[in-house]
């Protein structure tokens, strides 16, 4: 891993408010739409806990098809596992790590082709994953690869007890990292 770097939302002021978090991600995915135009480069996405997120809020900027080129939405390691995320990784890390978001980011990469941008995102909203006795509520991991740069971010968030408001915070922060990033 070249980088890591974590974020505590709980204690540090966020904003919670979804239709604000809405506002600003439409706003940052049409930037990040057109700096990817604009350097000609790729999106690979794949999505756990924000259920497909990301690839929507994209895909909702007229023209992402000609930067966005595909993704997954891998909601249970069954599906992780089925797009190359090794098995004895998640046994050994958890579903919920930075080492599984990275090769998630990883794998879309390679299973995307042509894409040269790859992001991975896992993590646990509103309630313990019985599946997974490691997580931590308010818990995301997200994997982000670039050329030969590999990013993971830990962030804990509130919780917000609804799942959208907490899908709206955390692909605002994720978009605002790509933005930093491209």
Sequence with gaps: ???????????????????????EIEILAQEIVRKFKKKKLFLAIMESCTGGGLANVITNVVGASDVFKGG???????????????KKMIQKYSVYSPQVALAMAQRAIKEVKGTDF???????????????????VGQVFVGIVFK???L???????NLKKRSAMKAMVLRKILEI???II
């Design 178 to 180: 790509m933005r930093k």
């Design 152 to 158: 993971v971010i830990n962030f804990l968030f509130p």
């Design 1 to 23: 891993m070249n980088k890591f770097e974590f974020f505590d939302f709980r204690r540090n002021k966020i904003e919670t408010n979804q239709k604000r978090n809405e506002k």
């Design 148 to 150: 030969n740069k590999k």
């Design 72 to 86: 997954f939405v891998t909601y249970s390691n069954q599906e992780k596992i089925a797009r190359g995320v090794p």
């Design 118 to 136: 790859g992001v991975g995102i896992t993590g646990s909203f509103s309630r313990p994953d019985p599946k997974n006795p490691n997580s931590q």
